[in-house]
């Protein structure tokens, strides 16, 4: 049996077309048939030249799927049957390495990443933009709750698990003020989840008006196109917690100012080469700031993320996120459409 991929061979070309052969599975590996994949950012800097990628490769990690063949269990133990709609993590960890004993899964030794990872023997379908997708043993698989539609869920396994490790990473929100820098889809989902979690306010900062209004309808007290208002709103102090999504070092660098003392920034956009950050350690010490760094998630936060999005399903409007929907023969156009319109995601739908 054949699936069909497009394969990314080299930035600037169209994704081709191509037959795989579909894997024999070992113990513990599953087959999963893709219903529906979206379109990250990361793909798009990929795909145009913005950051290395080896190839050829089949592209795209924010998908979810029936499950077509094997035996395996979810990450909680329950058994799996053929035919459940699943979503995985983004992440493979070994779960035992240095790294993944300290509560570091998303570091560890034997890292492999989905739609990341060049095609080799046992490893040509570990990507979205492709009819099946081949998970190695010991993947950390989840049911989607079937309130939450195939285009709300396939990111779950990126954005919105990453949001739910950047809050995991803040600490309580609950009562407290919130700045969100960047309101694009982590962003967007970083006010919901933060709103959803009891932050007293959530101070959206985005320069794009339209993400603006976005933010407002996800949760955001105040949406502003600059940070002043994280001071308007918090009688001069600064917030207790910014959160970092538009990956600059401006970006990073304009919200240490806003930060009270002992305030906390979580960054997690800044993952493509830019310039050193500017960073006056003499202000960090005086006024005790925290710093923390985030790449990657745990598939706690997967879980987390999926829980998250069942129950809050109806409040925000997540499905317009989704700013257009191809079929896998019209990836190439879907691609096209993402990088000149820029909507939070493109969706993919197949089968």
Excluded at 58 to 82: R, W
Excluded at 185 to 193: N, R, Y
Excluded at 248 to 263: D, M, N, Q, V, Y
Aim: net charge neutral; proline share 5%.
């Amino acid at each position: 049996m054949q699936s069909v991929a497009a394969v990314f061979h080299a930035p600037g070309e169209p994704l081709r077309f191509e037959s795989l052969p579909l894997p024999e599975l070992g113990v513990g590996e599953a087959l999963v048939r893709i219903r529906c994949a979206t379109i990250c950012g990361s793909d798009l800097h990929t795909l145009f030249g913005r950051r290395g990628s080896p190839a050829p490769i089949v592209l795209g990690h924010e998908m979810v799927g029936d499950l077509s063949a094997g035996e395996v269990c979810d990450y909680y133990g329950s058994p799996l049957g053929i035919g459940d709609r699943v979503t995985w993590s983004m992440v493979w960890s070994c779960r035992h390495c240095y790294y993944c004993d300290r509560g570091l899964a998303s570091k560890c030794e034997r890292l492999f990443k989905f739609g990341h990872e060049r095609m080799g023997v046992g490893r040509d379908l570990t990507g979205a933009y492709a009819e099946y997708c081949h998970l190695p043993a010991g993947t950390a698989i989840f049911r989607v709750p079937a309130n939450v539609p195939d285009s709300i869920a396939a990111p779950a396994n990126c954005a919105t698990a990453t949001v739910a490790a950047v809050l995991r990473n803040a600490g309580a929100v609950a009562g407290r003020n919130v700045l969100v820098i960047g309101a694009g889809m982590l962003g967007l989902t970083a006010c919901a989840m933060a709103r959803a979690e009891g932050a007293a306010q959530v101070i959206a900062v985005e320069r794009d008006e339209r993400r603006r209004a976005l933010a407002e309808r996800f949760g955001a007290t105040i949406a502003s196109a600059t940070g002043e208002a994280a001071f308007s709103a918090t009688g001069g102090r600064g917030v207790d917690i910014a959160l970092e999504f538009a990956g600059t070092p401006e970006a990073c660098e304009s919200a240490i100012p806003l930060l009270r003392a002992g305030g906390h920034l979580v960054m997690a956009g800044a993952v493509f080469p830019s310039r050193p950050m500017a960073l006056a350690a003499e202000d960090v010490v005086r006024r005790m700031l925290k710093l923390t760094g985030v790449y990657n998630y745990q598939p706690e936060d997967l879980g987390h993320a999926l829980q998250f999005l069942s129950q809050v399903k109806d409040r925000y409007p997540f499905d317009e996120l989704i700013g257009a929907r191809f079929s896998l023969a019209g990836i190439n156009t879907a691609i096209q459409f993402a990088e000149k319109e820029k909507p939070p995601r493109v969706a993919v739908i197949q089968g």
